[in-house]
């Protein structure tokens, strides 16, 4: 299920100069965001853009914690353990909002296979 966009701020993303990737024009997986949990807060902007579903954010799982640097484990246990995760990466568009909107510059999107 699509959740509803949030439709000011996905305006802004698509305004910005930096907007990267491909105009919403690349086929299904084509690219796919990957996210750097070391920079995450979880803040949601990506889900709250992303006109494919593309993200979930929730608790970290421990494999990805404990693969985190010291400073990325300080501050995802501020945060509350939340991350960006793409379970639906295969829907990414390469529209690019995402990379934009995240305030944390946590976003890269890159060749799928
Ligand atoms: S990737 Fe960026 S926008 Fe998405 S939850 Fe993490 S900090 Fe927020
Ligand atoms: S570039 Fe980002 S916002 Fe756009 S479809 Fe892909 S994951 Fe979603």
Known sequence: MKLPLNTEKARRAAAHPKRPGMNCRAA???WVPVVDRNRCE???DCVEVCPENVFEVRRID???FDALSLLGKVKSVV???LTAYTPHADGCRACGLCVVACPED???LVRGA
Do not use: L, M, N
């Open 42 to 44: 979880g803040k949601r």
């Open 62 to 64: 421990d494999a990805d």
């Open 79 to 81: 945060h509350g353990r």
């Open 106 to 108: 946590a976003i890269t």
């Open 28 to 30: 299904p997986g084509e």
